[in-house]
Each structure stands twice: as C-alpha cells, then as structure tokens.
C-alpha cells in the first residue's frame, strides 16, 4: 500500500496567511464592526486551512492576502462546524 504524503497547505503560494485570533482580541473585533460572529463570511472547521491552525467552531481567523496592486489586505471568517 503506498504512502499518501501530506500536504501542509500554509506553505502553498496560493494559500493566504490564517491564523486564530485570540478571544480578547475577537471581541474588539466585534465591536469595532458593530457585528455578531455569524456575520462574518464562515469558514468549515474541517477546512485544511482551519485544521492546520487547529481552528474549532466559534473561533475567529483572521486571513491576510498579499496583492500586487492592493498591498495586503485583511479578512476575516468565523469557524462554525462542518
């Protein structure tokens, strides 16, 4: 039986940062936007994204593209189960 390698998505050029944002820091967050978590666009917990980050529902990720004409940008998802 062959060896399936395992792919580690963040390293991939097409796959911007994510990251956890802390529960402190998700709640300014949510203030500064004046919004609930499921108001943000959602991310699947089983995302291999979200899994590498060890994202659980209820969390938020904060994702930063890099663009050539935009410079970097920065989005946010909420992890609902999936």
Do not use: C, W
């Not at 580690?8 to 802390?22: Q, T």
């Not at 402190?24 to 943000?40: H, R, S, Y």
């Not at 930063?64 to 940008?73: C, L, N």
């Amino acid at each position: 039986m062959e060896e399936k390698e395992e792919l580690n998505v963040s390293v991939h050029m097409l796959v911007p940062k994510h990251e956890l944002v802390p529960k402190e820091e998700a709640n300014e967050i949510l203030k500064q936007f004046n919004a609930k978590p499921d108001q943000f666009p959602f991310i699947l917990s089983r995302d291999p994204a979200a899994v590498e980050i060890g994202a659980k529902a209820g969390d938020l990720i904060r994702i930063t593209r890099r663009s050539e004409t935009a410079g970097e940008t920065i989005y946010y998802r909420y992890v609902v189960e999936g």
